[in-house]
């Protein structure tokens, strides 16, 4: 290309003549639909105001700047580390803290809870975990947004006849798919006696629920799960969860006590609002978790 | 205890519920739901505003039954309050502006879709404009980011989706810079509530212990949110980004999305490390010198770009530069230079996205320079909004963009010699190029087209749009003139935060 005058640019400029060849354009475009005329600017793509000379250049250089960058960044990481106090040493800021101490010297008595993890993600910080669970929630709707389709896509057919003729799977799933759920339902049913919650619980069911819909098909587990409990489901544990804190935090806020009682520690039914709150959260994983499985292999649940 | 002090706990809790229970109605009714959660939102923010700025106190609410240092809390004053009106009412106009946009560009099916992630993005604004614990804001700043990646791939052209991909991985690094930047202040104080990260970092700033990781984490937080609000030289994917979203989505995403971070980082400037600390160490020179260059880069950009969307969207780059610019300054002058700029941008760039999106639309939907001649003459009213948003981006009098480069000016005089007259020269380059590249535009729109085929098409106005333009340049032009009450109430909730 040769070099510009500026009055030369500017005509272009003006003109519209920046763009790159239509074929180029149109090359680019892995997804075409109803396409608008805007869509031409697929040629204004940042490598745009490059050379041929200057590209080859770039893509030379840019393995060793970053690799330049990434050292620097790794040294001033290392050397931070390095003044950071001991790891799991007694005498650190963060293990000294009044925070700790009372989560731990406190947390059964104050929530309930024996598992003191889920006393402080449960209640003594509620609000972020009400937040996570939204996390949760937000990247499901982008995955609906992006994968779903009008309709059921059916599953690619020489996977599910693999699988179907795959006698170790089925039998597999067979004997383990109860006892992976019942596990899972112990998970979130215990996590405030011991290790576990709602979290890892959901994560145990939702596996399984995979596991079944890879051995069996899709169609058989959609007896179980489909659209309508899946949104169904999560509707009403969330809406649960948001209206049961916000509830427990309007308490708080003006020192009231809850309906809600921290029980005998060491209970089933103990910890107030904890055991139902871990299965408000198991179920929302679990059916996210087999979503996001169903999503990307169907482009619908 | 007053009764509007509850609103915000109620306020986020609503938005997330209207986010989950949007997901399973039709698109009309999300809608309708969408619009009066944001209206509410904003009414409610006004009335706790003007409760805050008359017992002129800032409040912390408990959420949940324990104090700080271990439960969560929110913090209530007035710029917080202020911040979340203004906050929820460029959302609502954004959504009722953009409502035509919406349905012809997104599959009907996946439109209820959109208000899901309007209502969680509204959620996010507000707590992360309360919040009181650092780490609250960070798990906000997640449901931030995700929801923007919904409101942009909503519109699933390949471009789109190539963008949020690239949007996604900035904002993704600058969460991660953030949350690492958490971590280190967490294992040097042992604290996550905002009140007690300031007590532990000014004590460990005196006595000069774990020097290099407090520094790093000041560095890692600034640059962490930095990079998910687009100073340069990060800002290259916002051209992408908004240039390729419906306008309502680059009006929420460049105008609430990335003010949100700003201000958060201004929270966190002022409440975890403190304003001695922030500029005692230095980092504020970086951001100065990040933000001047930025505006000139942006500024270049946008001249160099053929695209209307693509202009816009790097105008919204040295718009953050001037944000910048303004918190390296000074901790005073500097500052409420910035806050102004923020709400001033807030305002004004929404407005610039939705009627361009109305005048790609009468230019027989392109958004290149060449088709969108005459233009304003086949939507007088998006032309009169686009124009009048353009004078208020350049700074001519009467608008808000005038008071905010007053304000810079102003803060440029009062501060130290050395920075006094880079701040002018920039200024004064800046305006020179923001008026040569919205000048062009304006005049394009109103030059009619010399081929035959013209004709005088005038496209019908629409109820929703030109309301929501109408309340966009009255924000402007009233704010750009009786701008004395803003910054006063602005001073007043500085020196409360």
């Known amino acids: ?301 | 205890m007053a009764f509007c002090l509850n609103f915000p706990l109620f306020l986020i809790v609503l938005c997330l519920i209207s986010s989950v229970v949007s997901s399973v109605l039709p698109a009309r009714a999300a809608r309708i739901w969408s619009l009066g959660l944001s209206a509410v939102s904003t009414a409610a923010n006004a009335v706790l505003f003007r409760y805050a700025a008359r017992t002129n106190t800032a409040v912390t609410y408990l959420m949940g039954h324990y104090p700080h240092p271990w439960g969560n809390e929110l913090r209530i004053g007035p710029l917080e309050a202020l911040f979340s009106a203004f906050f929820s009412l460029v959302l609502f106009l954004c959504l009722l502006g953009g409502r035509r946009q919406l349905a012809v560009k997104v599959a009907p099916q996946k439109q209820h879709y959109y208000y899901v992630m309007a209502d969680l993005v509204q959620a996010a604004l507000l707590a992360l404009v309360y919040t009181n614990d650092l780490f609250t804001g960070y798990v906000f700043i997640e449901i931030c980011t995700l929801s923007s990646c919904g409101l942009l791939m909503i519109r699933e052209t390949g471009r789109t989706i190539l963008a949020s991909v690239r949007y996604m991985i900035f904002s993704l690094i600058g969460s991660g810079l953030f949350l690492l930047g958490v971590i280190l202040l967490y294992s040097i104080t042992g604290h996550l509530l905002m009140p007690n990260l300031k007590e532990s970092i000014g004590l460990l700033w005196s006595t000069g212990q774990y020097h290099l990781p407090l520094l790093s984490s000041i560095c890692l937080i600034c640059i962490g949110l930095a990079v998910k609000s687009g100073l340069f030289p990060f800002h290259l994917w916002m051209a992408d980004t908004y240039g390729a979203a419906i306008p309502a989505s680059s009006g929420i995403l460049s105008g609430l999305v990335s003010k949100a971070y700003i201000f958060f980082l201004l929270k966190v400037i002022f409440d975890v490390f403190g304003v001695d600390v922030f500029y005692a160490c230095g980092i504020h020179r970086l951001l100065y010198v990040m933000g001047a260059a930025g505006i000139i880069a942006g500024s270049v950009g946008a001249l160099r770009e053929n695209n209307i969307f693509r202009m816009i969207a790097f105008s919204s780059a040295a718009q953050i530069g001037y944000i910048y610019m303004g918190i390296g300054l000074s901790p005073t002058v500097g500052i409420e230079a910035a806050l102004f700029q923020i709400l001033a941008h807030a305002v004004t760039k929404p407005a610039l996205f939705l009627s361009a999106g109305h005048l790609s639309d009468a230019a027989g939907r392109s958004k290149r320079f060449h088709d969108l001649q005459g233009a304003g003459y086949k939507d007088p009213f998006a032309g009169v909004a686009f124009t009048l948003a353009a004078f208020s981006m350049i700074g001519l009098p009467f608008t808000m963009g005038f008071i905010s480069k007053y304000l810079f000016g102003m803060a440029a005089l009062d501060g130290s010699h050395a920075k006094m007259v880079p701040t002018l020269l920039v200024l004064a380059v800046s305006t020179v190029l923001n008026t040569l590249y919205f000048a062009r535009t304006v005049l394009r729109l109103y030059n009619k087209p010399q081929a035959d085929d013209y004709e005088r098409v005038r496209i019908p106005a629409h109820l929703s749009y030109v309301t929501a333009g109408i309340v966009f340049m009255a924000v402007n032009l009233l704010l750009g003139t009786l701008s004395r009450p803003l910054l006063d109430l602005l001073l007043q909730g500085v020196r409360l935060f």
Not at chain 1, 272 to 277: K, Q, R, T
């Open chain 1, 1 to 301: 290309m040769k070099k510009r005058t500026f009055k030369e640019w500017l005509k272009q400029w003006d003109q519209g003549e920046f763009d790159l060849d239509r074929g180029e354009a149109e090359a680019l475009h892995y997804r075409p639909e109803t396409q608008e005329k805007d869509d031409d600017s697929w040629a204004h793509r940042p490598v745009r105001g490059l050379r041929e000379g200057e590209y080859t250049l770039f893509v030379k250089v840019y393995p060793f700047a970053a690799l330049l960058l990434a050292s620097v960044m790794i040294f001033f990481f290392m050397r931070t580390v390095a003044e950071l106090p001991p790891f799991a040493s007694a005498c650190t800021p963060a293990n000294q803290s009044e925070v700790i101490r009372r989560y731990i010297e406190n947390g059964l008595t104050e929530t309930g809870a024996v598992n003191i993890v889920a006393g402080v993600i449960l209640d003594y910080r509620a609000f972020d975990t009400l937040g996570e669970s939204h996390v949760l929630f937000t990247a499901a709707t982008a995955v609906f947004i992006l994968m779903l389709a009008g309709e059921a896509e059916p599953e690619d057919k020489r996977t599910r006849r693999i699988l179907e003729a795959d006698t170790v799977l089925s039998v597999t799933a067979r004997v383990l798919f109860p006892l992976i759920v019942m596990f899972g339902f112990y998970v979130i049913l215990c996590g405030h006696l011991g290790p576990g919650g709602g979290f890892s619980g959901g994560a145990v069911i939702g596996g399984g629920l995979i596991l079944c819909s890879m051995a069996f098909g899709p169609e058989r587990i959609s007896r179980l799960i489909n659209m309508k409990t899946y949104r169904g489901v999560v509707l009403c544990a969330l809406l649960f969860y948001s209206i049961a804190k916000c509830y427990s935090f309007y308490c708080g806020a003006h020192h009231l006590e809850t309906v809600f009682s921290p029980g005998t520690p060491g209970m089933i039914f103990s910890a107030g609002l904890i055991l139902p709150l871990n299965i408000a959260v198991g179920l929302v994983v679990a059916c996210t978790m087999y979503g996001f499985y169903s999503l990307f292999t169907r482009g619908t649940v």
